[in-house]
């Protein structure tokens, strides 16, 4: 499949890596498939990844793993609204949140209430809500990341 | 949109496997209970609307030189 993308040109996946989000995102149903695309000079493979929709070049949503900012992130939902992810093994799981960064960038969130589930193994995916009380939409990140940095 | 009234105790079908039961009136607030197929997501709508919204701005994301220095 391949897409011209208004972030990383014109990119072509092959069909069995595209990541299908099976009932869309949240607020998007229509939004299914999917590249994960790591940013290219990222040291040791941390930092943001894009989930660049194959449907519309446009449609680059930056997402990071919540556990490099928040360890003790721990997401409770229902066993059942992960089904469309087929058989899920632990080491299959990757959790993804995504990040939302303003012009003033010390206003950076990550969203801890909607967070993304892919299976490595099949590359379905499903985007959840969390029915964890206190789970913040809008969680600031700008000072963790800047203390983080600044202690390496 | 359709609307329908419906007094406590009383119910709505939707599609053969969504049923959603008035459980308790008292005053402005309505207790609803629905049953559904377990893989049929039922969201808060101001809950959906909030993540939506940060997608939103998360796909508007801007000053990514910047962001890059903090990882």
Known sequence: MEVRTRLFGDIAIEDDKIIRFVNGLVGFPTMKDFALIHDGDAEGGKGIQWLQSMQDGEFALPVVNPLDILEAYDPIVEDELLAPLGELSPDDMLVLVTITVPEDITKMTINLKGPIVINAANCKACQVIAENDGLDVKFPVYDILKARKAGE | ?71
Do not use: C, H, W
């Not at chain 2, 609307?3 to 309505?30: F, H, M, P, W, Y």
């Open chain 2, 1 to 71: 949109m359709l609307a329908l009234s419906r007094k406590k105790g009383e119910a709505l079908v939707i599609n053969n496997d969504i049923e959603i039961t008035v459980l308790e009136v008292k005053g402005e607030q309505v207790k609803l209970g629905i049953t559904a197929p377990k893989d049929v997501p039922v969201y808060r709508k101001e809950v959906y609307v909030q993540i939506q919204e940060s997608t939103k701005e998360a796909v508007a994301t801007a000053s990514l030189d910047a962001l890059k220095q903090l990882f």
